[in-house]
């Protein structure tokens, strides 16, 4: 293994609770790490649990404190830490591309510091239209250091939530690679722009890492054969002087015109996210509408930290009470992130519950990070039915908040609109809206340290609303349900604990013609994502203790996607992790350990198919296999035809001429 013993930890979960530790505030960032995992109802599961426990077997008597499978020899060479994902779509064949480098630092003691900044000016040598758009942030550490969380705005405007590896003495590095083509309309803004990086971090005799960090933005432009077979679209970023009219499904799927920030206004001095402490704590922000606007998304970013880092295996705070605990991670298992609208309810959702580089056993993310931590999930809220609250001219308050929510959870968000060409303003109306209230049952039973807390919550909501425009007369159905089940079950004495967490939510978004009812497009996804986790602590000699646990969990989206006479594409996702692992401890030190990590990622769409499957052991990968396959499309008899290449992963729809898609 290639983490260094003594190995700095702080526990969580049952033992905490049953020894009732206390750390700083430095210190309880790395304490919350508790350990979860989650039944993945598939064969996949099976085989996951199978693999693992013949890897790993039983942990070792504490008495006997080698690991099972010893630690690598110390290496010399920088480790590169990965997120086995899809990668990043390909340009075009033949697309003219440039590589702009906009930010380098070091960062060090930062706690409380402001954002790194640069200056952002849109590349000479590529301008728009562009047909794919990469953020790349990579960062390199060795030493001693926490996980951190960092993120990257444009003008206030988020691109990247992401979080840090913890590093070792020898060093490591990653990238992370995001297709930001979706924000074109930031990128193409005139020069003068700001890009902001924040990593608050802190270094001192013990804590000595330094993550130096780049960021760079990739820009690709559309092949001359595309730009001729698209001539009767836009391509993403493309500014035509004297452009077609569009029918609304194709202008609908095309990347936004426009982008505000839903985020803090003194975010140079403190970050442009939102620290949201407490459930009743909701942030907002006032912003005006362009009248001629026709569609708007909220593009929403999360992250939860501190005593809500771990809010799925949170106990109530009738367990704290009734045991005289001094721990402030509390409030029960559930959470829920709220959109509104001038203090509308807009829509929800439970949150992918991301588990960072520290958390639960710091040994499972060696060299593989868990699913979204280095890139995490953002969320979009389709607003379009409440543009006639918004097209007014005046200034109305985007706000969010957190159900059941503690400290603390950073929040911000993008307001994506989509703007009329033909006229400088659109009517519209709200003419479907019921306030849905949530549902939620608590059954709690204590008995001293030990107790089985469940919550069930179920929420549904339909909003429509019209927009009239040059298009013609829309109207837009969105109809959402939410439903989340969570156990906490604490045994023997308080020390052993069971988190089981399945959230799933499905949204249909519906446009139809206003005059006659007709469908015009259609878009159906549906989000799981179950987690299990299992953490027993067992006493040891000499003021050790170990700790064993077992974490599942996944992310599955299908999604359906529909519109006349221009495309009908569905997709499917499926990210399954299953780990296994054992430290030994003593005080904050972990003094031995194993730990085993597999992941298999499958995506799939009209386009191909791609699959990767990794294993890992005790901070070594033991295997890791990537299937592709891909289908071909050959539309150059008709260059009209619009379709969605892979290339473009569908954030717009351009008339392709593709007689290889693989290539691309």
């Not at 594409?569 to 054992?582: F, I, S, V, Y």
């Amino acid at each position: 293994m290639e983490t260094r013993w003594p190995y700095t930890y702080y526990p969580a979960g049952a033992w905490e609770f049953a020894n009732n530790i206390e750390s700083s505030k430095i210190r309880r960032v790395q304490a919350m790490r508790s350990l979860y995992s989650f039944p993945l109802k598939n064969s996949k599961s099976v085989r996951f649990r199978t693999m693992i426990t013949k890897r790993l077997g039983e942990p070792v008597d504490v008495e006997d404190s080698r690991p099972r499978a010893p630690p690598l020899a110390p290496s010399r060479t920088i480790k590169e830490y990965l997120d086995p994902t899809y990668p990043t779509p390909r340009p075009p064949p033949s697309a003219p591309s440039c590589v702009v480098p906009v930010l380098s630092y070091s960062f060090a003691n930062t706690y409380g510091a402001p954002p790194a900044t640069a200056a952002y000016a849109p590349p000479a040598g590529c301008p728009a239209p562009w047909s794919l758009v990469v953020l790349s942030f990579s960062a390199a550490i060795a030493g001693d250091q926490y996980d951190r969380v960092a993120a990257v705005w444009l003008d206030g405007a988020e691109l990247l939530r992401t979080t840090t590896a913890e590093p070792t003495p020898d060093g490591i590095r990653w990238t992370v690679r995001k297709d930001v083509t979706r924000h074109s309309a930031l990128l193409r803004s005139p020069p003068g722009g700001v890009l902001s990086v924040m990593l608050e971090n802190l270094v001192n005799d013990q804590y000595t890492g330094v993550y130096n960090v780049s960021v760079s933005l990739e820009f690709h432009g559309v092949p001359a054969y595309l730009a001729d077979a698209g001539s009767s679209s836009s391509a993403a970023g493309a500014v035509d002087s004297n452009p077609p009219t569009p029918t609304l499904p194709e202008s609908y799927f095309q990347p936004a015109d426009l982008i505000l920030p839903i985020s803090e206004a003194t975010g140079n001095s403190i970050g442009f996210w939102f620290r949201i402490q407490n459930s009743s704590d909701s942030r907002s922000k006032l912003v005006s509408v362009p009248s001629s606007t026709y569609r708007a998304v909220l593009e929403v970013f999360v992250s939860p930290h501190s005593n809500d880092e771990f809010w799925y295996s949170n106990p109530p705070d009738i367990y704290i009470r009734e045991n005289n605990l001094t721990t402030g991670r509390g409030n029960a298992a559930y959470r829920e992130v709220v959109v509104s609208v001038d203090r509308h309810f807009a829509g929800s959702f439970v949150p992918f519950p991301v588990i960072y580089t520290g958390g639960i056993n710091p040994l499972f993310w060696q060299p593989v990070a868990a699913l979204g931590a280095f890139n995490l999930p953002t969320y979009d809220v389709e607003l379009t039915p409440f543009l006639g609250l918004l097209v007014d001219g005046k200034a109305h308050e985007i706000a969010l908040s957190v159900v059941d929510g503690i400290t603390e959870w950073l929040v911000d968000a993008n307001l994506h609109l989509w703007l009329d060409p033909a006229s400088s303003s659109v009517s519209a109306a709200l003419d479907r809206y019921r306030t849905p209230r949530l549902s939620i049952t608590r059954r709690y039973n204590t008995r001293l340290l030990d107790g089985s807390f469940k919550i069930r919550a179920k929420r549904k909501s339909r909003f429509s609303g019209w927009v009239k425009s040059s298009f013609g007369n829309f109207t837009t159905e969105v109809e959402t349900e939410l439903k989340a089940t969570s156990v906490v079950e604490f045994t023997h004495q308080g020390r052993n604990k069971t988190v089981r967490l399945q959230a799933e939510q499905e949204t249909e978004i519906t446009v139809r013609s206003s005059e006659t009812r007709k469908e015009v497009s259609k878009v159906e996804t549906e989000a799981k994502f179950p987690l299990w986790l299992e953490m027993v602590t067992e006493d040891g000699e000499n003021g050790t203790y170990v700790m064993k646990a077992n974490l599942t969990h996944s992310l599955s989206i299908e999604t359906d996607a529909e519109a006349e006479g221009l495309f009908e594409r569905e997709a499917r996702l499926a990210d399954e992790q299953a780990a296994a692992g054992w430290m030994l401890v003593r005080d904050h030190d972990v003094l031995n350990g194993s730990a085993a990590t597999t992941q298999a990622y499958r995506y799939s769409d009209g386009a191909g198919r791609v699959e990767r499957a990794i294993d890992t052991l005790d901070g070594a990968v033991l295997s890791d296999n990537v299937t592709e396959s891909y289908s071909a499309l050959d539309v150059a008899a008709s260059t009209s035809t619009a379709a969605c290449c892979r290339v473009r992963r569908c954030h717009g729809i351009v008339a392709a001429k593709c007689s290889d898609v693989a290539a691309m």
